[in-house]
Structure formats: structure tokens, C-alpha cells
Nanobody
Framework: QVQLVESGGGLVQAEGSLRLSCAAS????????MGWFRQAPGKEREFVAK????????EYADAVRGRFIISRDNAKNTVYLQMNSLKPEDTAVYYC???????????????WGQGTHVTVSS
């Protein structure tokens, strides 16, 4: 079992920045990949970014590539999402999710955090 707790959301103006954190527990953190997803009102949850077990491999959705950076600190059991140049369309609830394996090609494990709200005003 994996427990995930997100934090760092809030209200920010367009072109601003936020850093989200996701603290994990319950399973050896450096054995599985992690990802960030988001769900805007009235829309389905969508992929944002993911990172392999070591932090050496990442992947991003086209909508955020070049603006968002995913990273992890295995000593702190935490994954981060640095969000820069935020746009109103980035407004959503952001969730972290754990993968079954250590690579970015692994399947999602089904473990999710409770989400953290990000609102970007124009």
C-alpha cells in the first residue's frame, strides 16, 4: 500500500509559479515511478508529468512541456512539480499517483492522493 499526500496548491496570477509536493509512505519510495495528473471542472483527469524511480527519466504532457518540471527527492520520499508561467487553463485539482514499477513505462498502481487545488487567475 502507498499513501500519498499532496500540498502546495493555491491561487496565483497568470505567469506566476507554484511548487506542488507529494509525500509518500507505505512502500519503499525509490522502487516506483511517480506522476502528476490534473482534473479541471467538468473534464476527465489527464496526465501532466511522470518521473522514474531515480529521477533520471521524465516525461511531460505537451500542454506543460517547457513550463513544468517534475523532480523527486528519494531521501524525503517526496515528488515535486514546479509550475512556471502558469496559465488560466492550468486551473485544476492536481493529483499525484504511484506507478507499479520503477520505469516511466510502468502501469499506474491505482494509489492516489487527495488532490490539491490550483487556481490561476487572468
Amino acid at each position: 500500500q502507498v499513501q500519498l499526500v499532496e500540498s502546495g496548491g493555491g491561487l496565483v496570477q497568470a505567469e506566476g509559479s507554484l511548487r506542488l509536493s507529494c509525500a509518500a509512505s507505505g512502500r519503499t519510495f525509490n522502487t516506483y515511478a511517480m506522476g502528476w495528473f490534473r482534473q479541471a471542472p467538468g473534464k476527465e483527469r489527464e496526465f501532466v508529468a511522470k518521473i522514474n524511480w531515480s529521477g533520471g527519466r521524465t516525461e511531460y504532457a505537451d500542454a506543460v512541456r517547457g513550463r513544468f518540471i517534475i523532480s523527486r527527492d528519494n531521501a524525503k520520499n517526496t515528488v515535486y512539480l514546479q509550475m512556471n508561467s502558469l496559465k488560466p487553463e492550468d486551473t485544476a485539482v492536481y493529483y499525484c499517483g504511484a506507478y507499479r514499477g520503477g520505469t516511466i513505462y510502468s502501469d499506474l498502481s491505482g494509489h492516489w492522493g487527495q488532490g490539491t487545488h490550483v487556481t490561476v487567475s487572468s
